[in-house]
């Protein structure tokens, strides 16, 4: 990591140049749906939902059912726990890098031992080899494998924290659901070729690489935040340091931060745009942004992010979060609720009306 020579950005630049990363300004084709997803460094998927609508926010004419057949039909997305040992959907293409990174984190629980997690995880990569299991059916096996009741019981509690372990272990993945009951396999049978193996080191340094590439700039904290190690300074320091010359410290207004060398140049060009946009909960813009004056004003954080890791939609104008908003259907009618914090600019209007007319469409409802 280097210092910039006296660079320094505003946070409209900064803004408006995260947002084209993230297709926030021009949209992308449907045929590049899956390419968007790893721009963004995966889909937030605790609520599949959600996951949909980002996907929506930056997809011109997004079909229906485009993710579920990325998943499901083409593999060419993958849906396990990741970033914050939550839920994402990554693309099936990249998950050498994010499987060698994730198994850096730690995958231990209450109650259980390192020997514990070892011998749990190594029966899950055993039970799912060539087959998908419902969570009943992979307890049972493990409990088989193991002779442990205890083990199969941790792979029955509603916290997962066993499955999590086995996930960043790169030993276990959802496959398709049976009715309402969820299934899992294991990438190296489901996938259409088996993870490469990388080393921690490899894997680290591409997963932070493709952060600052798409929530660039940055600062230690941000990174940690995003990727859950931010009681770990030492460690998320570590994650920049694998970058050497590719990571540059620039500012902007005053914060210093790091953006990659190779997007510099696009960074102090970047022209200042007038965008606004309506993102659903959990999307990834909110959950991987910086919490400070620039993005959000403080008094309205507990507005957005709230109580039990709950991510409020958002009004997004550009780039800094304005309001939430919120959806429902009334019969074959969408009422759409939009609360700004502060009177929006008249231009936002437009926008917005398009955004919610969008919105109805891609939901098949009426406006």
Not at 352 to 360: D, H
Request: charged share 25%; aromatic share 8%; with cysteine.
């Amino acid at each position: 990591m280097v210092a910039s020579e006296g660079v320094r950005l505003s946070w409209r630049q900064a803004l408006a140049w995260r947002m084209a990363r993230h297709h926030l300004i021009d949209r992308a084709a449907p045929e590049d749906a899956v390419g968007v997803v790893g721009d963004i460094c995966g889909l937030h998927a605790q609520v599949m939902s959600s996951a949909e609508l980002s996907l929506w926010a930056r997809v011109e004419n997004l079909p229906r059912d485009a993710v579920g057949e990325a998943l499901w039909r083409h593999r060419s997305l993958v849906k396990l726990w990741a970033t914050r040992r939550t839920l994402h959907l990554l693309p099936t293409a990249e998950l050498d890098a994010w499987l060698a990174a994730l198994g850096t984190l730690s995958g231990g629980f209450s109650g259980a031992s390192p020997a514990d997690v070892n011998a749990i995880t190594a029966a899950v990569g055993q039970a799912l080899a060539d087959r998908s299991l419902t969570r009943e059916e992979l307890a049972l096996e493990v409990g088989r494998l193991t002779g442990s009741a205890e083990y199969a019981d941790w792979l029955r509690s509603s916290w997962g924290s066993a499955l999590k372990a086995a996930s960043l272990r790169g030993i276990l993945c959802f496959a398709p659901g049976e009715s309402t009951r969820v299934r899992f396999t294991s990438p190296a049978s489901w996938l259409p070729r088996a993870p490469a193996p990388l080393s921690p080191t490899e894997g680290l340094r591409e997963i932070t690489r493709r952060f600052l590439h798409a929530y660039g700039p940055a600062t230690a904290a941000d990174l940690g935040r995003w990727w859950m190690e931010a009681r770990s300074g030492r460690r998320v320091l570590a994650m920049l340091e694998t970058l050497g010359d590719e990571a540059v410290e620039v500012d902007v207004e005053g914060r210093p931060a790091w953006v990659l060398a190779a997007d510099l140049p696009d960074l102090v060009t970047a022209p200042p745009v007038d965008v606004a946009r309506l993102l659903p909960a959990f999307d990834p813009w909110v959950i991987g942004m910086a919490r400070c004056e620039p993005m959000i004003d403080p008094r309205h954080v507990g507005r957005v992010y709230r109580r039990q890791g709950w991510v409020s939609p958002v009004i997004l104008v550009n780039g800094r979060i304005a309001g939430v908003w919120r959806h429902r259907r009334i019969g074959r009618r969408l009422a759409v609720e939009l609360e700004p914090f502060e009177p929006l600019p008249s231009w936002t209007q437009r926008q917005l009306t398009s955004e919610t007319r969008r919105l109805a469409t891609f939901l098949d409802c009426e406006r």
